[in-house]
């Protein structure tokens, strides 16, 4: 909730985009809306696959289109990091892991900022190389106070 109060205190848009089975899907475009933003965070579907490599090529389409209206986007990825649906969205971990890797690449070769909060209940060390991958900032949500994330988001969007 902290990170949609600084966005509209900002006057930023924020898109939200689910990915779980085999496939990534836009909940909601960008908007400024609060209220619609809330109610799309919380009504986020869980469990199922997790095809980070299609998240991130959707997240990246979406960024272009924001980067053409003159817009510089920051992805804020929530994720263990344990990419196991490919980018064809299927099966198998170490394929759905290089595939997830591959588009963190291209994420950090357009210069877009990013943030990954590391889900998992003890990190692994899979959602910090994607965020290493992606040239961004990891957080593992075990430790994160509210403020640390804030203050994330602003090193993020300052980069």
């Given at each position: 909730?902290i990170?949609?109060?600084?966005?509209?205190?900002?006057r930023?848009?924020?898109?939200?985009?689910?990915?779980r089975?085999?496939?990534?899907q836009?909940?909601?475009?960008?908007?400024?809306?609060?209220?619609?933003?809330?109610?799309a965070?919380?009504?986020l579907?869980g469990g199922?696959?997790?095809?980070?490599?299609?998240?991130?090529?959707?997240?990246?389409?979406?960024?272009?289109?924001?980067?053409?209206?003159?817009?510089?986007?920051?992805?804020?990825?929530?994720?263990?990091g344990?990419?196991?649906v490919?980018?064809?969205?299927?099966?198998?971990?170490?394929?759905?892991q290089?595939?997830a890797?591959?588009?963190?690449?291209?994420?950090?070769t357009?210069?877009?900022?990013?943030l990954?909060?590391?889900?998992?209940?003890?990190?692994?060390?899979?959602?910090?190389?994607l965020a290493?991958?992606?040239?961004?900032?990891?957080?593992?949500?075990?430790?994160?106070?509210?403020?640390?994330?804030a203050d994330?988001?602003?090193?993020?969007i300052?980069?």
């Amino acid at each position: 909730e902290i990170l949609l109060q600084q966005s509209y205190c900002r006057r930023d848009s924020v898109c939200v985009i689910a990915f779980r089975g085999s496939q990534a899907q836009t909940l909601l475009p960008p908007t400024r809306s609060l209220v619609r933003a809330k109610k799309a965070l919380a009504g986020l579907p869980g469990g199922g696959g997790t095809p980070i490599a299609l998240a991130l090529k959707h997240a990246s389409e979406q960024a272009q289109a924001l980067q053409r209206q003159g817009i510089s986007p920051l992805l804020v990825m929530l994720s263990d990091g344990k990419a196991n649906v490919t980018i064809e969205g299927l099966g198998g971990r170490t394929q759905a892991q290089a595939d997830a890797l591959q588009w963190a690449k291209h994420w950090a070769t357009q210069g877009f900022a990013s943030l990954w909060i590391d889900t998992a209940p003890q990190p692994t060390g899979q959602a910090q190389e994607l965020a290493n991958t992606l040239q961004g900032r990891y957080l593992p949500m075990p430790y994160v106070a509210s403020q640390r994330l804030a203050d994330a988001v602003q090193t993020a969007i300052a980069s």
